[in-house]
């Protein structure tokens, strides 16, 4: 089966930018999906086929992939950004995510 | 705008089976396609497959073949997910989310049902 791999946590200081890395084989040829959840909430679209951002989202979230890594980027960080992240891929008709990665904003 | 209204909660014994609504309102439901995903207390997101009104295609995840069955209703813009022989382990919030027929994103998701199976 295919795998992503995610940091299990990431710190930022408010205003920095937080990075958040996804990993897997061959993930260049494919498009990479990012989803916020907040806690208790349900998950979020906040970037699509790897660096468009659904209408709504705010400008500071941005995303790239090259090779075998994509990258979620936040500049600018705010307190309210903190929260679970899961980047998402389809290998084939199945749909992968990552384990997660916990934004601590501190 | 789009909205997905799931139904409540619901608790179950070991070896039962579960179906969890969604309704679907703001959009064409027939142009897309309706993911569950779920998620374990603590865990994080495992995705269990989708279904479309579009001549009622489905894809289910490895993990649920022969165990999960997803359908729509196009009367009602309602997609139901009717999971069978529970186990402890099926304990989560199960979500629906608009996508993944023709690889869409899941770019809108319902609220939550959160299933309890407890003998």
């Known amino acids: 089966s295919y795998d992503l791999t995610q940091p299990p946590s990431v710190s930022v200081s408010p205003g920095q930018t937080a990075s958040i890395a996804c990993s897997g084989d061959?993930?260049?040829?494919?498009?990479v999906y990012w989803y916020q959840q907040k806690a208790g909430q349900s998950p979020v679209l906040v970037i699509y086929q790897d660096t468009k951002r659904p209408s709504g989202i705010p400008e500071r979230f941005s995303g790239s992939s090259s090779g075998n890594t994509a990258t979620l980027t936040i500049s600018g960080t705010q307190a309210l950004d903190e929260a679970d992240y899961y980047c998402q891929a389809w290998d084939i008709s199945t749909a992968v995510f990552g384990g997660g990665t916990k934004l601590t904003v501190l | 705008q789009v909205q997905l209204v799931q139904s409540g909660a619901e608790v179950k014994k070991p070896g039962a089976s579960v179906k969890v609504s969604c309704k679907a309102s703001g959009y064409s439901f027939t142009t897309y396609g309706i993911s569950w995903v779920r998620q374990a207390p603590g865990q994080g997101l495992e995705w269990m497959g989708w279904?479309?009104?579009?001549?009622?295609?489905?894809y289910y995840a490895q993990n649920f073949q022969g165990r999960v069955t997803m359908t729509t209703d196009t009367s009602t813009s309602t997609a139901y997910m009717d999971l069978r022989s529970l186990r402890p382990d099926d304990t989560a919030v199960y979500y629906c989310?608009?996508?993944?027929?023709?690889?869409?994103?899941?770019?809108?998701w319902g609220q939550g049902t959160l299933v309890t199976v407890s003998s």
């Open positions: 279904v479309t009104a579009y001549k009622g295609l489905t």
């Open positions: 989310a608009r996508g993944g027929w023709e690889l869409r994103p899941l770019d809108s």
């Open positions: 061959g993930l260049g040829n494919k498009y």
